[in-house]
């Protein structure tokens, strides 16, 4: 008898989540667990004392026990290296192997690996330390190839309705439940369904439009989430009988001539939209197409055959309640990614994969007020609510009101009369909507609220040519103690914001904030953030590199500590050859205070998928990497350790050297050339260099005859 089962009261049952049981142990042997037939009776040999962390065990055929699952669990200081974390992986796939378990998962609580045990991977075979058997394993991959990083969170609940299940705990047992159906000895891949994922209807939508209207792709795209909206709203019940999209098809199948439906869709359903949804003080709310409705709310007519072959695509696709809640970044990616000028769409989005790690390298549980002072599509705003369960449950209504202790607030500006600087917030606050689906589903009553919850999160900007940069937060308790942004970069037409700046009486707010509109803007980040608040802020290269922004520089070592630099590769963003860095800073309680821990540094490659106009999805991550080592330096910045040739650990004195701080240049070219950066240059003796230069001097001597032939013929 295990004294730790017995301890626990987990000798006859496991914590029951659904039909599985959990056992949760560190001290109960495999011979242990055999001898009280919670694992299949078997001579497991050499593994008879191995003890494993914990085991999800499906007994409901108490005779024949099939473990679907084994946890691994390493201390943090035990899984920084990536020996250290290839050998506590392949520790786990012995066991699982041993035990038949179709899963395995290894976590330090901060890092978390999901793999396939049945899956050989020839990248992945090594040798059994135990038995000396050959082994292999594949990682499990989300449906974007990246390695599958969900945290596993069982509560002991011992809870076998589902349903009753918290959060995290459903979205765990869901996650199991899927590899179980989805994966296999040859696929190790869970996969995308259409149920879920409504990109390629909209995409279809999308072309239609843009090929029938030849209007620019960013205006096709809003009319797109348009109807999304509308239908989205049906769905839910929100909209009901005639204002329904149910309703608007009847009336199509009723024969109802094209342009009296767009009719009724422009004067009733959509004027319902922005009754149940009213627009905030700045004049934005969700829904924003012009190509089927004009400004003042009439009818586009010529436009009715267009709207009923849209309304039909998104019947045929059919419920809408269970989509992906960022499929509407990847749409804004892909649609204007089409425009013809794509110089400025950095402005309008930053890219999901970026969003996820710097979301996922902030504390976002601890922060109270969460800010993207310059949001575009509100990416960094809403991304937090896919990643905390205890964010998202502070949306759900108590007693008809909304009042959630996090606060998020997004700003993006523009001109009043700038329809596409409008849209941006336009869009994000639909996005807003579609990540409280589920709140807004059991409550289709509580628009109002809904409504209002979603205008104080994003604020368009319009009364001001500064937008944010006139925002101050005057006491510290109103400032944000979490920032998370990707500031616009401008060089052009700053002399003139400078000049209303000293005009509105701001200038002492932005001194020292070196060159371009970026500096401006980092300045009001040192300025807001609130003291032991944290920002994570994606900056161009100029910042870190050019004399002019020493005084930046200058500035954020008196104000914060500095915890990490992130260096990405080009093309990060969309068609966009500028370098970029992510800089993740702690404002300090007092500037006083000096730093005496080291900084984190990656030279980062690859986000996950191909930086060119198809943005395919790939596997390797080098962001994915950034991100978990980060967290994991987070726990113990003195002591942390890595053997990944792309982390270096600076001491904070480095930094003293005002050329230091663009870090690449940490690496050597040698160094560069081992992580595939730079190229090898070729040697030559001086012979071989001989020949070179004559074999040069001789195409040189042939084209000059050439040139001279083509003169005399003329």
């Given at each position: 008898m295990s004294e730790e089962l017995n301890q626990r009261g987990l000798s006859k049952n496991g914590i029951f989540i659904g039909e599985y049981e959990f056992f949760p142990t560190h001290s109960t042997t495999l011979n242990q667990y055999k001898q009280l037939k919670i694992i299949p009776h078997k001579n497991y040999g050499k593994y008879d004392t191995r003890k494993p962390d914990g085991l999800l065990i499906d007994r409901r055929d108490k005779t024949n026990p099939k473990v679907i699952l084994v946890l691994e669990y390493k201390k943090p200081q035990d899984f920084q290296k990536d020996s250290q974390k290839k050998y506590a992986i392949e520790q786990c796939n012995d066991i699982c192997q041993v035990l038949d378990a179709k899963i395995g998962i290894i976590t330090d609580g901060i890092v978390t690996y999901w793999i396939n045990p049945n899956h050989i991977d020839k990248k992945n075979e090594y040798e059994d330390r135990t038995t000396k058997v050959k082994r292999s394993y594949s990682f499990i991959l989300s449906d974007d190839q990246q390695k599958l990083s969900k945290k596993f969170l069982f509560k002991e609940s011992n809870q076998k309705d589902v349903t009753k299940l918290d959060e995290d705990a459903k979205e765990t047992y869901q996650i199991i439940e899927r590899i179980l159906e989805e994966t296999n000895t040859s696929n190790s891949r869970l996969k995308p369904t259409e149920k879920t994922d409504p990109s390629g209807l909209a995409r279809s939508v999308w072309q239609s439009i843009y090929i029938s209207t030849k209007d620019n792709p960013t205006a096709c795209l809003y009319n797109v989430v348009e109807i999304f909206i509308f239908k989205f709203l049906s769905d839910l019940g929100v909209l009901e009988r005639d204002f329904s999209f149910n309703h608007i098809v009847k009336m199509y199948s009723d024969g109802y001539p094209n342009k009296e439906v767009l009719e009724h869709y422009a004067t009733k359903c959509r004027k319902k939209i922005k009754e149940l949804f009213k627009e905030g003080d700045d004049g934005t709310g969700i829904i924003n197409g012009t190509i089927f409705v004009n400004k003042d709310g009439t009818p586009v007519l010529s436009q009715a055959t267009l709207f009923k072959d849209t309304i039909e695509k998104y019947e045929k696709f059919g419920d809408l309640r269970n989509i992906k809640k960022e499929f509407k970044t990847k749409l804004f990616e892909t649609f204007l990614k089409q425009s013809k000028d794509k110089s400025k769409l950095g402005q309008f989005f930053t890219p999901r994969k970026v969003v996820n790690a710097m979301v996922e390298m902030a504390d976002i549980d601890k922060a109270q007020f969460i800010c993207d002072p310059f949001c575009g599509v509100g990416g960094f705003v809403l991304e937090p609510f896919q990643r905390s369960s205890n964010l998202k449950n502070q949306y759900s209504p108590k007693n008809g009101r909304i009042n959630p202790k996090t606060?998020?607030?997004?700003?993006?500006?523009?001109?009043?009369?700038?329809?596409?600087?409008?849209?941006?917030?336009?869009?994000?606050?639909?996005?807003?909507?579609?990540?409280?689906?589920?709140?807004?589903?059991?409550?289709?009553?509580?628009?109002?609220?809904?409504?209002?919850?979603?205008?104080?999160?994003?604020?368009?900007?319009?009364?001001?040519?500064?937008?944010?940069?006139k925002i101050m937060f005057e006491e510290e308790e109103d400032k944000p103690d979490l920032i998370l942004t990707n500031p616009p970069y401008i060089t052009s037409g700053v002399a003139t914001i400078r000049k209303q700046i000293n005009e509105e009486g701001l200038g002492d707010f932005y001194t020292n904030s070196g060159q371009g509109v970026q500096g401006l803007c980092l300045k009001w980040i040192l300025s807001n953030l609130k003291k032991g608040g944290s920002a994570f802020i994606i900056l161009p290269d100029s910042v870190f590199q050019i004399d002019v922004n020493k005084v930046l520089r200058d500035e954020i070592k008196k104000y914060c500590f500095i915890n990490c630099i992130i260096s990405l590769p080009l093309k990060t963003f969309f068609n966009t050859p500028k370098k970029t860095f992510i800089l993740g800073i702690t404002k300090k309680a007092d500037e006083s205070q000096k730093q005496d821990f080291?900084?984190?540094?990656?030279?980062?490659?690859?986000?996950?998928?191909?930086?060119?106009?198809?943005?395919?999805?790939?596997?390797?991550?080098?962001?994915?990497?950034?991100?978990?080592?980060?967290?994991?330096?987070?726990?113990?910045?003195?002591?942390?350790?890595?053997?990944?040739?792309?982390?270096?650990?600076?001491?904070?004195?480095?930094?003293?050297?005002?050329?230091?701080?663009?870090?690449?240049?940490?690496?050597?070219?040698?160094?560069?050339?081992?992580?595939?950066?730079?190229?090898?240059?070729?040697?030559?003796?001086?012979?071989?260099?001989?020949?070179?230069?004559?074999?040069?001097?001789?195409k040189i001597i042939e084209a000059e005859d050439k040139l001279r032939e083509l003169n005399e013929d003329n």
């Open positions: 606060k998020l607030i997004g700003y993006d500006s523009g001109r009043e009369d700038n329809d596409e600087q409008r849209r941006t917030i336009i869009l994000a606050k639909a996005n807003m909507l579609i990540y409280l689906s589920d709140v807004v589903e059991k409550n289709p009553s509580l628009n109002k609220e809904f409504s209002r919850i979603i205008n104080n999160t994003f604020h368009f900007l319009s009364d001001s040519n500064l937008g944010t940069l080291p900084v984190f540094t990656y030279l980062v490659s690859s986000i996950g998928e191909s930086l060119n106009v198809n943005r395919f999805e790939e596997e390797d991550n080098d962001l994915f990497k950034a991100k978990n080592l980060f967290n994991q330096y987070k726990g113990s910045p003195d002591s942390f350790e890595t053997d990944d040739p792309r982390c270096k650990i600076q001491p904070i004195k480095n930094f003293d050297d005002d050329s230091f701080w663009n870090i690449d240049k940490s690496w050597s070219h040698e160094e560069r050339i081992v992580l595939g950066i730079d190229e090898k240059i070729p040697i030559m003796t001086i012979g071989e260099f001989a020949d070179k230069v004559a074999e040069f001097r001789i």
